[in-house]
């Protein structure tokens, strides 16, 4: 396996439905592919050694930070807790620390992890509505539980992607003062 892979990435069964996702699902999944491609689109012309290089003194990589989104967000949140599939929860421990990326990982593997792991996260969203419960909560890491719906699940990982996307923006700027969005 390569630092860029993940343990149990087969996708789980997703309920066979005919209909689309309704409205509110379609506008939360667009916020969400708006903030998945500032992702990626930040990180458009980098080179490997500067997708590898630590920026900020915490010591993480631009290609630590996707592969964190890959594993313990789109993963973690849609196929773990929303859909409680027993293989994902189980891989869960098999990730010390998704942050970290082996200096020698292909870049463009983390990169499609991620790719890999918005689609399976979609194939979930989409067969669902805003209202279904979480199938699973992870008390030891959080407690009681502060999220209860996949429209729940949903605005974290938009918070989520922004906040770190803004991170991506700032490390960009460090590298070689690119910048994503400038507003005068």
Aim: overall charge negative; glycine content about 6%.
């Amino acid at each position: 396996m390569t630092a860029a892979q993940a343990p149990s990435d087969a996708p789980s069964e997703a309920p066979d439905t005919a209909q689309s996702p309704g409205a509110e699902i379609r506008a939360l999944l667009s916020s969400l592919d708006g903030q998945r491609r500032h992702v990626l689109g930040i990180l458009e012309g980098l080179d490997a050694e500067a997708l590898h290089m630590p920026v900020l003194p915490s010591g993480w990589s631009c290609l630590g930070l996707v592969r964190h989104l890959a594993l313990d967000v789109e993963r973690f949140w849609f196929r773990a807790v929303f859909t409680g599939d027993p293989a994902v929860i189980a891989a869960l421990a098999e990730i010390d620390d998704a942050w970290q990326v082996a200096p020698d990982a292909d870049a463009a593997e983390v990169l499609d992890l991620y790719r890999a792991q918005t689609r399976l996260a979609d194939a979930v969203i989409t067969t669902a509505t805003a209202d279904a419960p979480l199938a699973w909560w992870p008390h030891e890491q959080f407690g009681d539980p502060h999220l209860h719906t996949l429209r729940d699940v949903l605005l974290h990982v938009i918070t989520e992607t922004a906040c770190h996307a803004g991170h991506l923006d700032a490390a960009r700027e460090l590298l070689d003062g690119r910048r994503w969005l400038v507003l005068t």
